[in-house]
């Protein structure tokens, strides 16, 4: 089992960057494919990205391809989201996911573990 702790949320202009983090607890962190999801009020959960377990594959929403970068560090149990030029459509909830297996995709039902989430704004 895992737990999973998100930080780095905030409030920034349109235009500005963001660096997400989540925080992971256990000892097989390099066993879990991890995924970041948000959710904008009003709206259904929506995939943001995802990264296999050994961090060599990773898998984009067209919204933030060229602008998102997802990464993890096994050796301290992170997986990270740089938001890079970002939009007043990103804002969200910011909730990070894992599941016991090498890689996952876009559906959300696919994680067993998620986090509870970080408020990101974006003013125009």
């Known amino acids: 089992q895992v737990q999973l702790v998100e930080s780095g949320g905030g409030l920034v202009q349109a235009g500005g960057s963001l660096r997400l983090s989540c925080a992971a607890s256990?000892?097989?962190?390099?066993?879990?494919?991890m995924g970041w999801f948000r959710q904008a009020p009003g709206k259904e959960r929506e995939f943001v990205a995802a990264?296999?377990?050994?961090?060599?594959?990773?898998y984009y929403a067209d919204s933030v391809k060229g602008r998102f970068i997802i990464a993890r560090d096994n050796a301290k149990n992170t997986v990270n989201l740089q938001m890079n030029s970002l939009k007043p459509d990103d804002t969200a909830i910011y909730h990070c996911?894992?599941?016991?297996?090498?890689?996952?995709?876009?559906?959300?039902?696919?994680?067993?573990?998620w986090g509870q989430g970080t408020q990101v704004t974006v003013s125009s």
């Open positions: 990264i296999n377990w050994s961090g060599d594959r990773t």
């Open positions: 996911a894992a599941v016991h297996d090498f890689y996952r995709g876009p559906r959300a039902d696919e994680y067993d573990y």
């Open positions: 256990g000892r097989t962190f390099n066993r879990y494919a």
